[in-house]
């Protein structure tokens, strides 16, 4: 059973920083490509940023510029670093692997952005 866990979330103040992590209990060169979304109260969870196991990678547009997404292949371990919050910002960050065309999720983490 693959797992994933999520830690780095909290309470910012807009324009601070955060860095999240993920951790996965499988080596990371078995995952293709592992992403970040997130999902605020009452929307749909959206992808915030990609990367594969070559290390491309693809950001949504409103975090470009902003967010920066990297792995750590030799701690099965990826981060996704965020800089200039905003309140629109403010959900629960899930890091998704997809393995041999299987999804697994992690529990999530929440980020909350406010003053």
């Known amino acids: 059973q693959v797992q994933l866990v999520e830690s780095g979330g909290g309470l910012v103040q807009p324009g601070g920083s955060l860095r999240l992590s993920c951790v996965a209990s499988?080596?990371?060169?078995?995952?293709?490509?592992i992403s970040w979304y997130r999902q605020a109260p009452g929307k749909q969870r959206d992808m915030v940023a990609a990367i594969t196991v070559s290390g491309s990678t693809n950001y949504a547009d409103s975090v470009k510029g902003r967010f920066t997404i990297s792995r750590d292949n030799a701690k099965n371990t990826v981060y996704l670093e965020m800089n200039s919050l905003k309140p629109e910002d403010t959900a629960v960050y899930y890091c998704?692997?997809?393995?041999?065309?299987?999804?697994?999720w992690g529990q999530g983490t929440q980020v909350t952005v406010s003053s």
């Open positions: 998704k692997a997809i393995i041999t065309y299987v999804a697994y």
């Open positions: 499988v080596s990371a060169f078995s995952i293709n490509t």
